[in-house]
């Protein structure tokens, strides 16, 4: 087929082991997984059900690349999060159907403009840019389900230039992966090449130009980042 522009690249994630990536369709995000985040963040934890955003698949950008500080922003947060990588798509799945779904999980860092955020917030308008802006989702390298099996707990931690931040574990989450499927799956039809980064633990902090950001979660690479 003909495109009157140079068509746009398609954004990939690399797959541990494999010369062939990951395509990348959508990405969604999970608002709030982890109680003690959402009471940081000055909300109470429950178990309403989870509520999800969005950001645009070429925000993606690979761990181990330097992710330039972005604008508009004097409050660049780290949400080191467990990201699930969608390898067959379906509406309506059931949890305990959903994890047959899961191609793979990696490592991610859901970078948030804070400071937009919270106006966004204060005056009932949507999260998008504080959230999807370029370079702001950023992924290690897939682990497949048939290499590892699913990761449903284990240590998660956020380390910037070596200090901890962020240390939970994904047994922790509200919503655990297979009900984070089945209920974005009842308001999208999710297919494969979707990701989503599942939520992030308590401990999320601002990121300046020149620090190093290592989010690991036990069994994965690591996703590292440096803020230039
Ligand atoms: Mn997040």
Not at 10 to 38: K, M, T, W
Not at 134 to 143: E, H, K, N, W
Request: net charge negative; proline share 7%.
């Amino acid at each position: 087929m003909d495109f009157v522009i140079p068509k746009p690249a398609i954004p990939s994630v690399a797959i541990l082991g494999q010369d062939a990536r990951f395509p990348v369709r959508r990405i969604y995000c999970v608002g709030r997984n982890y109680a003690e985040h959402a009471r940081e963040m000055g909300n109470d934890p429950d178990r309403e059900p989870p509520f999800f955003f969005s950001k645009a698949a070429d925000c993606l950008v690979a761990a181990g690349e330097n992710v330039p500080y972005p604008p508009q922003t004097d409050n660049l947060h780290f949400e080191g999060e467990l990201v699930v990588a969608i390898g067959v798509g379906g509406a309506d799945i059931a949890v305990d159907k959903a994890l047959s779904h899961v191609f793979g999980y990696a490592c991610g860092n859901d970078l948030t403009r804070r400071d937009m955020q919270a106006v966004a917030k204060s005056r009932r308008r949507p999260w998008d840019l504080a959230k999807g802006f370029d370079q702001s989702a950023i992924c290690g390298p897939l682990l497949s389900v048939q290499e590892n099996g699913h990761f449903e707990a284990g240590q998660i931690s956020t380390r910037v230039n070596g200090e901890l931040c962020q240390n939970g574990n994904l047994k922790d989450m509200i919503w655990p992966v297979q009900d984070v499927i089945a209920f974005l799956s009842q308001s999208v039809t999710l297919a494969a090449g979707d990701l989503i980064f599942t939520g992030t633990p308590a401990g999320v902090g601002a990121l300046e130009r020149g620090d190093v950001c290592e989010v690991r979660i036990e069994g994965l690479p690591p996703c590292i980042t440096t803020i230039i």
